[in-house]
């Protein structure tokens, strides 16, 4: 079986710098960092590389954040169309651990991250052992992994998904004005996404954010300013939806 060490030496770039510590690049992000004391940070970059360079069917359909949001690895779908690219929880929070942490103690707070960030799968991870855990509302499953070729698995199911946002996303670009509203109930209510569209007998695109619509009336704000007033525009004078950007 191979170890970890024989595992960092075959995939990571270690090399040795003033006062004979011991760095490497992360694979996301590109910084130097030291590896020094820190066996967490090599097994982290142990996962990373499986993701970038063993898991070729992943390489164009996620995104990888680490250390966002104080979570040691986060997985993002990527957007199929850049114009609709909406606030998205993570698909996968992944907590890397030291060779010989016990994962099981580990088990509320990965409940606990999931639980914050919306996200239905996670995984517990300390080279030698691999933890997954599905969150359906308010109920948790933990599930002993054999290998990482199964963490791929797990996200490609979710990834695969039907995504109706992005479905409906094409009618109100043809100028569905029921899509438009389906989106905006579900993505614009709040000040997270910006919504540029195109009403009807109007020059000018429209940036748009904090929708409501009453009786066929769509209320918003301009992008930008300030003022406590809401705009306003009757359903017909709806043209088409141009993009949703977070």
Known sequence: ???????????????????RQQYTK?????????????????VRQIFIHFLINQSELLTEKINIKVESNNH???????PKNNNFRPHQNPVMIVEVKREEVNLQNHYSQIQRYLTKA???????????????????????EFNRLNSLQEIQ????????????????????????????????????????????FKLKNQPNQVEGYLFSIQNNKVYYKICGQYS??????????FEK???IIY
């Open 1 to 19: 079986m191979t170890s970890l060490n024989q595992e960092i030496q075959g995939k990571l770039d270690i090399y040795f710098k003033k006062y």
């Open 26 to 42: 992360c694979l996301v992000r590109g910084i130097e960092i030291s590896v020094d004391g820190r066996p967490e940070e090599l």
């Open 72 to 78: 040691d690895i986060e997985i993002y779908k990527s």
């Open 118 to 140: 919306g996200c239905d799968i996670g995984i517990l991870y300390n080279y030698h052992e691999i933890i997954g855990i599905s969150r359906k509302n308010h109920d948790f």
């Open 153 to 196: 698995k797990l996200i490609l199911h979710k990834i695969n998904q039907i995504d109706d946002g992005l479905l409906e996303f094409g009618e109100a670009q043809n100028g569905n004005f029921q899509s438009f509203s389906y989106l905006i109930n579900k993505y614009g209510r709040y000040t997270t996404n910006t919504f540029i």
């Open 228 to 237: 406590k007033k809401q705009l306003s525009f009757d359903s017909q004078d």
């Open 241 to 243: 939806l141009i993009s």
